[in-house]
């Protein structure tokens, strides 16, 4: 992305879900500075790429700080006909100019490396750009757990239910998002899904696995349930068959002989 900004300003960056926000308030309204705004993530490497070519110029001056740029990383001056190029700050060794371009390439980045980058080309008149680079830490894993029964974090949720809940170390822009297949069921701005602009990380939820209890134990009570029925209408069944057949029997006693054959 680029605009065109007046050089000297003062910068606010306001970050809500991955959308970085630039207030720039002119000071001075100096001189014009093209502005790039670039992200990576930890251990790439990025090109400051100045867009220019076949330079012929004595000095090419990079600047660099959190905020502002304020530090010299790189001084490259033509001395009596030759080229010499020196790497300054804290991470030297991982930076390389193109000498024809003036692009600057960063090495193996680390979060330290986010911040603010100035190019001044000086020839007959001085130019200068301005690139905005941040640098993200890769996002971790995140964990999905079954919450134990008794610690429900909704107080409406039922008895019987099987609850789970996500986390994640929070991270820099970083979202949480639940997923059911490719329909997304809810996002919040804290850190299963996580991401952030440059990469990110999926868990998938096995049922079958953190609420192994619930997905057995409703067809094994159904299954029970069914077998004390059939037991108890069996003996039902049989406590009136044995009922009826008592009343039904032919009894002889040692009473008279009218007595016999009654029924009891």
């Not at 993200?136 to 099987?162: H, N, T, W």
Request: proline fraction near 4%; hydrophobic fraction near 35%; aromatic fraction near 8%.
């Amino acid at each position: 992305m680029r605009s065109r900004i007046i050089e000297n300003y003062k910068m606010t960056t306001l970050q809500y879900l991955g959308i970085s926000v630039l207030f720039i308030i002119d000071l001075s309204g100096a001189v014009n500075a093209e502005v790039n705004i670039l992200t990576r993530r930890e251990r790439q490497s990025v090109t400051l790429h100045t867009g220019l070519t076949g330079l012929h110029v004595d000095k090419i001056f990079w600047f660099f700080g959190p905020v502002i740029p304020n530090t010299s990383i790189v001084e490259s001056q033509v001395i009596r006909g030759e080229n010499i190029t020196e790497f300054k700050g804290r991470f030297p060794d991982r930076l390389q100019l193109d000498r024809q371009t003036g692009s600057l390439t960063i090495r193996n980045l680390t979060l330290n490396n986010s911040g603010v980058y100035q190019l001044d080309i000086f020839n007959t008149h001085k130019t200068s750009q301005k690139f905005y680079l941040t640098v993200y830490a890769l996002v971790p894993l995140p964990q999905v757990r079954k919450i134990p029964e008794g610690d429900f974090l909704d107080s409406s949720s039922e008895k019987g239910s099987c609850s789970v809940v996500c986390s994640v170390e929070n991270r820099r822009d970083m979202t949480l998002s639940w997923y059911r297949g490719e329909k997304r069921l809810n996002q919040t701005s804290s850190p299963d899904f996580s991401i952030n602009p440059v990469s990110n990380q999926t868990t998938k939820l096995n049922i079958e696995t953190l609420c192994l209890q619930y997905v057995e134990s409703g067809p094994i009570l159904i299954t029970v349930i069914v077998i004390v029925l059939v037991i108890g209408l069996l003996l039902c069944v049989y406590c009136i068959w044995k009922k009826k057949d008592i009343k039904g029997c032919c009894v002889s006693t040692s009473g008279s002989p009218e007595e016999e054959g009654s029924v009891v």
